[in-house]
């Protein structure tokens, strides 16, 4: 079955669930008390607390919850202000006997809960983990792709149930088509399962990509295939005693890539097609969860998946994702996340479908708490840089097995605590942000860092013969354009990350960031240098465009620029003593060191100024060289700022010297002076809003929060509280939470 085509299954009506049938009720449609739509609104004693839909929690039911329980759980995050509840419609719970018998019970209960405060349910498809009597049994919800194309027609059952049993619900807001779809080379036990649609799929991959010519192939794989159909899957290409040798060739690795995220794009769009078949209105959201882990291991092409949905989302749980950073990181990673999905071309909204609220202990690479000011921040930070919503998981714990006594925003007795009441506050910060800024847009970034997925490929397929600490894995790239990113917010500059497929003739930005893009075409060299042209501060790394994406050494390189610009790469060069340290000299003074590598840049045009800091301690060699380029400028650098800054004890200094130089011109009305302090622009109608974000007082010893703003009166929105600034320019602010929103009276 070539098509994802689904095979004939018995379909039964699953209309009605055992309640319903001992009530003799056959109608799937919602009670007539809540098809009226109205919107009844919590309120605690003596305070009237709207719910907010910018402000969402996956909620966690129990198949045992009675209808009470659920009711009062739906009642308490009324109170909170969520104006969203993700739900998973768990298959293994709904047909959890057999094919014939269905419960929704549970399900009708928190959606009818939901109507009855005016909440929203964003509800999650799950028909990849089917019940026990389909062979996957003990699993509630998981990442993986089909297992099974037999599965199919069940597939289709279960999700035309879902949707038709709730498309016309009053409470329904949105359709999640499947939980962090990843789709990885091989599962963590060592098989790989394709189902006979992906294994059809895999010749036409092959033809696409080398040109409808077996000989092609052949000659990039060091084959004889005498037809695509022939060719095995990549896994089974090698002999089994050669498949991790580091001289095989990386063609079948490249286009393993392309299959897999091929088949994510296709099990996405048959399942939106299947939920289109009942309801050809309510929006469709993908929540693809490696933001900021090497996407072609992943399989994600973003571009592809955000054309089958109205609502791209992210997914950022710390515990898991950012061990690479430190925890005052935290809330810029999450940030620069939610704005590459944001620059995925296509017409889509993006939120953050899901993002830690609650301690954690045993699920997640690394044991993290999280505070009643970080919750306010990963809520508050995403909207102001245009996610549509912030869903944090998850509302309760659960009660057995993963995660119970984990990740709750309430507490383990399900009542609300400080970190419940944080979201409160940002509900009612946002309201006083309309009534005080009017309509409110984030203002555009004036500094992108670039990352590319056809790289990543690249990066991945050698990490595959000689991932080390040397050359920081297949994650660096985008991890360091993650921590790239934070730095430039740190500064006061507007920044967010790009993907390469999103930049074109149109692009916009004061500074454009390549760092760690190890592979691109001479085309994309070329459009860089357009940019340059049109006005941009151009940066470009050490580690930067040496291959085409076929992980072919351009000759010159960067390709596409060196030979057309006047400087070249002759090569990379390791540190003589067998370490990756070149410490870094500025002003005279060592700050730290460049890690990995470092360049070996020649110039044959005159035109090129070396910038007296930082330089190599060593030799005192310039680290960085520029040249005006049209209206714009280009600037090389001689080192990897990918895996300095990824090296926690590399230090920052030399890095955000260069990223002071690129930046000088970008105008930065308010700056701030103090120490991991993020800052964030929002124009409003009736002039700025500055969104500041810092480690709350506890965490920076007690120390104030300084701004740099022009003399006048300042309202912190997040306070209430007016401050006044004097001919210094200098804003000091206690902000206990590490959160302010500051705007000027007029």
Known sequence: MSEWSVPAVGLVNADRSPREEAANEVSNSPPEHLRSGVRIKLTQPGVECPVNERLGT???????????????????????????????????????????????????????????????????????????????????????????????????????????????????????????????????????????????????????????????????????????????????????????????????????????SRIIEKELAWVAGQVRVHDSRTP??????????NHAEAGYNLQNIAKTVDVLGATFHAPWSFGFAQRDTHTPLVIAGTTLLQNVPGKHGVEVTEAQTGNTHYAGHTPLGVSHSQIAATYLAPLLVGAQSVTGWCFNTRAQDFEAGEWGLLDDDDQIGDRARAVTRVAKCLDRLENTAGDWTAAPPAALVLTSEQSQAVEFAFSQVGDSSFNRGADAAPQAAGLLTAELLRSGVQAGMMPVSGVNDDTRADVIIASHIAAWSEDFGRQLLSLAHNGATVVVDGLSGEFDLDAKLHRPWPGGMAGTVGARSRGLETAHDGTTKYPAQLFGQTVGYFAGVRDELEFTDETWTPLTDPVFAEDGTPVAWERSWGAGKLLFVAASLANTILDPDAGTAAVNAILRHATTGVPRPCRPLSAHTVLLTVNGERGPVWGIFAPAISDRGGRQIQLQLRPGTYLDIWTEAEHRVGPDGMLKLSAPDGIALITELL
């Open 58 to 260: 996956q909620i966690w039911l129990e198949r045992d919850l009675s209808k009470d329980e659920t009711r009062a759980l739906v009642a308490r995050a009324a109170e909170v202000g969520f104006g969203q509840l993700r739900v998973f419609l768990i298959w293994p719970w709904i047909q959890a006997e057999s094919p014939d018998r269905w419960d929704f019970d549970l399900f009708d209960d928190v959606f009818d809960a939901a109507a009855e405060h005016g909440i929203k349910i964003k509800a999650t498809l799950t028909a990849n983990s089917g019940p026990w009597w389909l062979g996957t049994g003990s699993v509630l919800h998981s990442q993986t792709m089909t297992l099974d194309s037999a599965s199919r027609g069940h597939m289709e059952a279960y999700i035309a149930a879902c949707v038709k049993r709730y498309s016309a619900h009053p409470a329904l807001g949105q359709w999640i088509l499947w939980n962090e779809p990843m789709n990885p080379p091989d599962n963590p036990w060592g098989d790989t399962f394709v189902t006979d649609e992906a294994r059809a799929l895999w010749p036409e991959v092959l033809r696409e990509q080398y040109e409808n010519d077996i000989a092609v192939l052949n000659k990039r794989w060091r084959s004889g295939y005498t037809a695509f159909d022939e060719v095995p899957l990549p896994k089974d290409v090698m002999h089994p005693a050669h498949r991790n040798n580091t001289w095989r060739s990386f063609g079948p690795i490249l286009s393993d890539y392309v299959l897999r």
């Open 284 to 293: 469709l959201c993908a929540n693809p969860c490696q933001s900021l882990y």
